[in-house]
């Protein structure tokens, strides 16, 4: 349009008439290019007064001022509306009149029951009213009906405020009135011993003879635990010391339950749960609670280690190991070691042992060690603090169609916690199936809660939603959040 043209630039900043005179040193670098792309077209730009620049400050300004509520409009539909005529016909506790709008030669129906006349608002524009009200701040339910009935009256008004301020899906996905806290869901019990272990990982620890992360094991059927120091969290290194740790000493597993980390989803991994034949099962994102055994052994250790007061942590680990393995159990009525081992570990300062053996044949201990091996049965984990936990599941999330997802633990300032609404694919007792981005994942319903989603608007939904933050927001491995310049593009 403009090139092969000659044409000036009029502008009412007179300092922009001297860019092309001015030295090329007083410039930084991005206004010689800025400057240097408008030269391709033209050179000659000329002042004029800002009262004059009318052009310009007309393209600059708000091309239309919108009322919330056009009066106008709002008159001509009560002239024809049915429901407005019944009541004038037939009488209601409602006393209508017309009334002259300020500033315009306007008359529409207000109820003057009250100090404050109110206008009879037909069916096109309750939800326009409604939105102008509530959007304002996005109040609660009660609030925004006190809002309308003292401005607006229409039949019905406040059940269809309580019922759009409930379908209202920024207040769903910024507000937060009770998160989801489903009751725990139990594990099957194991069929037989060193069938079922649980990993995960500790760290990054205080750097200590070079290692600072813990590979942690824990086996369900005898609470056995396990932690070998790791120099990185790598997932082959994390291959390697669940092949040289456990696998070499107690066999293949038949079941690896572990969470979502990048070293547990890794190819390694899956394919040398191949190779053994073990079944790999996955624990929802932000649920730890799915794999409660090794978090708690976490704790555990933790505080073992910190009470030993030493900084080198890999030399109190094997000590801390022998006293959590040594421990007595209530919901086992055992120790870790004595449903292993068949009898407790000695410890440190025992001089006697408290079942001598006189059994010298070894064939014949075999024997009596089978056998009382075979008669264990593996015992349900007991759930610490669960007669005093208040759990709470939506009533409505059982049927909902669509849901919200709760964000995880790190968030920008201001972000809203919800993210949604998006549509469920498969419902199960813990876990639901929802379809994002295009994508089936499976979520914990402790991270959900039902979508309140108007019946027009329920079909139109995108499922490409550009809020969900996993997949958008990029970070490093540090945790630092990746943005990318914006560069000029002329």
Same mark, same amino acid.
């Given at each position: ?270 394919? #040398?749960? @191949?190779? /053994? +034949? ?5 624990? $929802? *994102?932000? !649920? ?80 009596? #060690?089978? @056998?009382? /091996? +075979? ?5 349900? $984990? *007991?759930? !610490? ?106």
């Amino acid at each position: 349009m403009v090139e092969a043209r000659n044409f000036a630039i009029i502008t009412d900043h007179k300092p922009l008439t001297f860019a092309f005179t001015t030295h090329r040193t007083s410039c930084s670098p991005r206004q010689f290019r800025y400057l240097d792309f408008i030269s391709q077209f033209t050179t000659d730009i000329r002042y004029i007064a800002g009262k004059d620049n009318i052009v310009a400050d007309t393209l600059s300004r708000i091309n239309e001022i919108s009322m919330p509520l056009d009066y106008q409009s709002l008159a001509s539909e009560q002239d024809t509306d049915s429901e407005l005529h019944d009541l004038l016909n037939n009488g209601s506790a409602l006393k209508l009149e017309k009334l002259r709008t300020p500033g315009q030669d306007l008359q529409i129906y207000c109820d003057v029951s009250t100090p404050n006349p109110r206008p009879f608002i037909t069916p096109s524009f309750r939800r326009q009213v409604f939105n102008a009200l509530h959007n304002l701040s996005h109040p609660g339910a009660k609030a925004t009906v006190k809002l309308a009935t003292q401005r607006f009256v229409w039949p019905g008004i406040k059940r269809d405020c309580r019922q759009w301020a409930k379908e209202c899906q920024h207040c769903q996905r910024s507000k937060v009135a009770r998160h989801t806290s489903a009751p725990l869901a139990s594990f099957m019990l194991p069929s037989a011993r060193f069938r079922h272990i649980h990993l995960d990982l500790i760290g990054p620890l205080p750097l200590c003879s070079g290692y600072r992360y813990c590979l942690t094991i824990v086996y369900r059927f005898t609470r056995w635990p396990e932690a070998y120091p790791l120099q990185d969290m790598t997932a082959e290194t994390c291959t390697i010391a669940l092949t040289n740790g456990w696998i070499s000493r107690f066999g293949c597993p038949e079941h690896i339950t572990t969470d979502r980390g990048r070293q547990f989803l890794s190819h390694t991994l899956k394919e #040398l749960a @191949a190779l /053994v +034949s073990a079944t790999h099962h996955t624990t $929802t *994102s932000y !649920h730890p609670a799915a794999n409660g055994l090794v978090e708690r052994l976490h704790r555990q250790l933790k505080t073992a280690i910190t009470c030993h007061s030493s900084s080198n942590w890999v030399e109190v680990l094997p000590w801390v190991l022998l006293g959590i393995r040594s421990a007595w159990k209530e919901d086992l009525q055992s120790s870790a070691a004595e449903l292993v081992y068949g009898e407790p570990l000695r410890l440190p300062g025992q001089f006697f042992s408290p079942n001598p053996n006189t059994e010298t044949d070894p064939t014949t201990v075999a024997g009596r #060690l089978r @056998a009382h /091996v +075979s008669r264990l049965t593996p015992q349900p $984990t *007991s759930w !610490h603090g669960s007669s005093s936990r208040i759990f709470y599941v939506p009533k409505d999330l059982r049927t909902s169609m669509h849901v919200f997802v709760r964000q995880g633990p790190a968030r920008r300032s201001l972000e809203a916690p919800y993210s949604g609404p998006f549509k469920v694919v498969r419902r199960d007792f813990k876990t639901f199936d929802v379809e994002i981005q295009g994508r089936t994942q499976r979520i914990s319903i402790d991270r959900l809660k039902p979508a309140y989603v108007a019946r027009e608007t329920a079909e139109t939904i995108p499922q490409n939603r550009s809020d969900y933050s996993q997949a958008t927001t990029k970070t490093t491995r540090s945790g630092r959040t990746v943005r990318s310049p914006d560069y000029y593009r002329p």
